[in-house]
Nanobody
């Protein structure tokens, strides 16, 4: 199972970015997923999460500005970030609890992380 995060970049304050996390592998299903971020000198924090049923949860700091969504047919999770602020700058990581087939076709689950994508917000 691999998670590939993309979509980060440099944006001015007030701008928008859309992050994408593509999950690949012998996937049976993708359970809960989330986006986390880690700024320099700070701990990694949960930004938003979405369950397999579509229930969402957001950090207070991003409520009303960020939207998490998923396309189960494409095994992809998105994070739409609007009205970005300098304090949103961080490396963003996607996370997913993935149920997948092993090489012997057993079904098992694993919590997996993407490699991170850098978001920079200029003031």
């Amino acid at each position: 199972v691999q998670l590939q995060a993309s979509g980060g970049g440099l944006v001015q304050a007030g701008g928008s970015l859309r992050l994408t996390c593509a999950v690949s592998g012998r996937i049976f299903c993708i359970n809960d997923t989330g986006w986390y971020r880690q700024a320099p000198g700070k701990e990694r924090e949960l930004v938003a999460s979405i369950t397999s049923g579509g229930r969402t949860n957001y950090a207070d700091s991003v409520k009303g500005r960020f939207t998490i969504s998923r396309d189960n047919a494409k095994n992809t999770v998105y994070l739409q970030m609007n009205s970005l602020k300098p304090e949103d700058a961080a490396v963003y990581y996607c996370n997913a609890d993935v149920t997948y087939y092993t090489s012997t076709y057993r079904v098992t689950s694993r919590d997996s992380w993407g490699q991170g994508t850098l978001v920079t917000v200029s003031s």
